[in-house]
């Protein structure tokens, strides 16, 4: 009645010889995907682009905004916008941002170093321990 798996356990559990995974890169100004000269859309080629772009995505991404994504996906503090100073403290965002990260399963740890403001804008320094690796980013969230 239920399937039986042949094998054990260390068989199923992705290895880290696995290919490096991607994602399509995208241009924060534009708000558009990449394309390289040929037409194609761009893709990450390592470990830390990748982990870079996942970052800026969920950071960027309001949550339950797109039915595609799950309900883990993406941050609560977007729709705060406008009323950040007065109503959100930095230390929830920073916890909220934490916890969104920490959702993606290819992201083991992720630390916020630094919250600032710069000229409109808000500015996440990020400390991002992967299953394959880690790297340090700075993500520029919203605009004041």
């Known amino acids: 009645m239920f399937p039986t798996l042949e094998g054990d356990e260390s068989q199923l559990i992705q290895s880290p010889d696995d290919p490096i995974p991607w994602t399509y890169r995208f241009d924060w100004q534009n708000k558009q995907l990449m394309q390289g000269p040929d037409g194609r859309y761009v893709r990450t080629q ?36 406008g009323k950040m100073r007065s109503v959100v403290s930095l230390p929830v965002i920073k916890t909220q941002a934490e916890e969104a990260l920490e959702a993606h399963s290819e992201i083991e740890r992720a630390e916020v170093i630094d919250i600032r403001y710069e000229d409109n804008r808000v500015i ?20 004041r």
């Not at 970052?55 to 883990?72: D, P, Q, V």
């Not at 992967?130 to 969230?141: I, K, L, N, Q, S």
Request: glycine fraction near 6%.
């Open 46 to 81: 390592s470990y830390a682009e990748y982990l870079e772009e996942v970052t800026k995505k969920i950071l960027n991404t309001k949550r339950f905004r797109y039915a595609i994504y799950s309900e883990n996906y993406g941050v609560d503090f977007l729709t705060d916008i």
């Open 124 to 143: 996440f320094s990020l400390e991002i321990e992967g299953v394959r690796g880690r790297t340090r980013t700075e993500v520029d969230v919203w605009q």
